[in-house]
């Protein structure tokens, strides 16, 4: 009986190598392209001492460096990101002559920031923030990554500017711009606008002259700042606050409007003159009826409000900001050079 001999047949083994090549090859069929200001996922595969390679699924990997890693400064990779970590990068510049993008995370974390302070801006938010550094024009801040400036003249306190640093402050915002890369804050405006939560139009307050001007004087009510202009000092005519106060002068003032979207008050003594010309002459008088005469005051609202025309109030003069003074809200890094 013939033996039987069983073959054992081996299939062939598909070859399933799948080289740089190829993968290059499939990008070219595909065409897939990045370009500057777009925003990629990428994963991090290899920290470098002065930056990290990204693998964002271009022929090349991207390098993001480390001036570009965050809106805050870092001092190493490994303050942000570690191996294998996948998250959104921003494409900052072209392929490089090796064909590798620079990537950014600093500017996606600068765009959201602009878009949370406009929105801040937008429910006219009090922010607090500390000073970190001071110049001529003002005092410097950063809000939400972004460098804010407050202006001199938006600075409520009686401490040289110099002494503030490292003290918060309450703030709201007078200028929001990113077109124009500022930032513009205001220390006044948010303590006028809390001070104006328990103030009345036709109370008569306290408080002390701190600062004259041609147009008027700066009289402090209770931690704050409001004009009386010299139109508001007297029926009389006068040529200069000088002719009726002085600084540290003690005085009795009568609130004639509150404007809390601008941040200010404006104040008044002629509203409490009984006789016109009674501020130049004899001030202490008017202090002693300012009562009295703001209760007319009043009355004169009550009418006003059932058709009864009465003088408006003077509006005072906002306090220049030198355009000069404000430094840019995106503060600006060292020329990018990419690392392969």
């Known amino acids: 009986m013939p033996t039987t001999r069983n073959k054992k047949k081996t299939a062939k083994q598909p070859d399933v190598g799948f080289t740089h090549d190829d993968f290059a090859a499939l990008l070219d069929r595909y065409d897939y392209r990045f370009s500057p200001g777009d925003i990629v996922a990428g994963t991090v595969f290899s920290i470098e001492p002065r930056g990290a390679l990204i693998d964002i699924g271009a022929k090349t990997a991207a390098f993001i460096p480390l001036q570009e890693m965050s809106i805050n400064r870092v001092d190493s990779p490994e303050e ?6 996948t998250r959104e990068f921003f494409i900052l510049a072209d392929e490089n002559e090796e064909g590798q993008l620079t990537l950014s995370i600093r500017r996606i974390e600068y765009m959201r920031a602009w878009e949370r302070v406009r929105q801040l801006q937008k429910e006219d938010a009090t922010v607090r923030s500390l000073i970190f550094s001071t110049n001529r024009g003002g ?11 407050i202006p001199g003249s938006h600075i409520s306190t009686r401490k040289p500017k110099e002494e503030l640093v490292g003290e918060e402050l309450p703030l709201k915002f007078l200028e929001v711009d990113e077109e124009r890369n500022r930032l513009v804050l205001s220390h006044r405006r948010a303590l006028v606008e809390r001070k104006m939560n328990k103030l009345e139009i036709g109370e008569v307050v306290e ?18 700042s409001g004009l009386l202009h010299i139109s508001e000092i007297s029926h009389e005519h006068i040529e200069t606050p000088h002719n009726v106060f002085n600084v540290n002068d003690e005085v009795k003032v ?11 008050i404006s104040l008044s003594t002629k509203q409490l003159e009984a006789e016109p010309g009674d501020m130049v002459r004899d001030p202490k008088l008017v202090y002693a009826k300012a009562e009295e005469m703001a209760a007319k005051y009043r009355e004169q609202l009550r009418l006003a409000a059932l058709g009864v025309e009465v003088p408006p109030a003077t509006e005072e003069a906002e306090p220049a900001v030198n355009e000069e003074d404000i430094p840019s809200a995106v503060e600006e890094q060292p020329e990018t050079v990419a690392v392969g």
Do not use: C, H, Q, T
Request: a positive charge; zero cysteines.
């Open 80 to 85: 942000v990101l570690k191996n294998n970590d």
């Open 139 to 149: 005092a410097l801040v950063r809000i939400e990554g972004l460098r804010g400036f």
């Open 254 to 264: 009568m609130i004639i409007d509150l404007d809390s979207e601008r941040g200010r």
């Open 207 to 224: 408080g002390v002259v701190r600062g004259i001007k041609p147009y008027g004087a700066f009289i402090d009510i209770g931690g704050v």
